[in-house]
C-alpha cells in the first residue's frame, strides 16, 4: 500500500495511493461505516496500523476503484505527519563502490545524531536558509517508519517492525558542523532542516530495498546517486542496533544515510528521489523570518 497525507481547507488528512487518485481515509470510513483514524501518526500511535492494513487487504481493496476519489494534481502534498517522538539519523553510511564496500571496517559504529520535530517540514514547503550560516547543504535519503514498539530487536526480526519507508531530506549547516564535529546536532536542527514524505510504502511495495537507488537532485539535476547494497549499515541493521540503545515506538523515523549532499541557496530546488516514490520536492529560500509552524 501506499499512503499520502494531504492539506484540505487547513487540515491535514490520510489517503490511499489508488489507480484513479487518493482515496480519503475518511471516504472509507463514510462508505464502510468503519472509524479508522484520518491520521497516520494516530494510526500507529493507536497500535491499529497492522490491522487497519489487514482489514484494508480483506474488505475494501478490490472496491477501492469504486470509492471517490481525489485529482493528485488538485491536492496538497503534506508531510506524512509533523511530531514524530523521535527523527535519528545515520551519517557516512555509503561506500563509494563495491570494492569500497569489501574493504569496510562493519565493527565501527555509525555517526549518529538527532533532529528536532521543530525542524520538521513537508513537500513543497521552503527550507530557510538561517543567518547563522554561510553554507547549508540538503542530503536525500532514505528513511525507515517504525510500525510497533521495538526494544533490543534482532536483525532478522526487524522486519515485521517497520511500517514502511519514506523518502527524506534531511538539512544542515556545514560550516557550523564544520567548526567543530560536537556540533553536528545542532547544525541538523534548525528550522525547516528536515523534509519528510510526501509518501509511504509499506514494505510489500518494496521488492527489495537493497535495490533501491536514492538521488540528491538539485534544481532537476542529479548531484550524487547510489544503491542501497552500497550501504555500510543497511536499513535492518540500523533499526537492531538502535532499538538496543533506546525502546523504538511507532511512528519514529530512522534516516540510512546520503549518497551525497547538495549545497542549497536561496532560489533552488532541492529532491530527494528514490525509486518507485514519489519525488520529495523543497524550494530554498534566505531570511531570518520563518513560516508558522504547523500545530503550534
Known sequence: MKFVTVAIDGRETLGV??????????????????????????????????????????????????LEAQAEEALKLAPLYRHPRKIWGVGFNYAADEEALAAADRSEEPVGFMKPDTSLIGYGESIVIPPQSGRVIAEAELAIVIGRVCRDVEESDVASYIAGYATVLDIGADDIHGRNPRFLTRSKSFDTFFSFGPELLTPDEVVDVSKLVVSTV?????????????????????????????????????????????????????????????????????????PAMQGE
Open 17 to 66: 495511493i489508488a489507480p484513479h487518485g487518493i482515496v480519503l481515509v475518511e471516504t472509507i470510513n463514510r462508505v464502510f461505516g468503519t472509524r479508522w483514524s484520518t491520521e497516520l501518526f494516530q494510526l500507529l500511535q493507536d497500535g491499529e496500523w497492522e490491522t487497519f492494513r489487514n482489514w484494508f487487504h480483506q474488505t475494501a481493496a478490490s472496491s477501492i476503484v469504486e
Open 218 to 290: 538539485l534544481n532537476g539535476e542529479r548531484v550524487s546517486a547510489k544503491q542501497v547494497a552500497l550501504m555500510r549499515y543497511r536499513p535492518e541493521w540500523i533499526v537492531s542496533f538502535h532499538s538496543k540503545c533506546m525502546t523504538l515506538v511507532p511512528g519514529d523515523i530512522l534516516m540510512t544515510g546520503t549518497p551525497g549532499a547538495a549545497v542549497v541557496r536561496p532560489g533552488d530546488q532541492v529532491e530527494c528521489r528514490i525509486d518507485g516514490f514519489r519525488p520529495l520536492r523543497n524550494p530554498v529560500r534566505g531570511g531570518s523570518e520563518l
